[in-house]
């Protein structure tokens, strides 16, 4: 959905949940030219909260492998 992204005049994308390395693999492909898309600003899956009550430690930010 990369492409339609763009011809819809989409620029810049927020993905809060999916899996980090399907992500991360995607925003670098993007960002090298290989695939044409929109900018990729993922947060894995760091936005999941678990049972009655959510504590910080459900929201705290995953591990996220930085660009080199």
Known sequence: MNELYI???VTS???????????LA????V???KVRGPRIFPAGL?????????G????????LRQRV
């Open 56 to 63: 910080a430690e459900d929201f705290s930010p995953p591990k």
């Open 26 to 29: 995607e925003r670098d492909a």
């Open 31 to 33: 960002a090298a030219g």
């Open 13 to 23: 994308v927020f993905d809060a949940d999916n899996p980090t390395d399907w992500i």
């Open 7 to 9: 011809v819809q005049g």
């Open 46 to 54: 760091g936005f999941r909260c678990s049972g009655k009550s959510c």
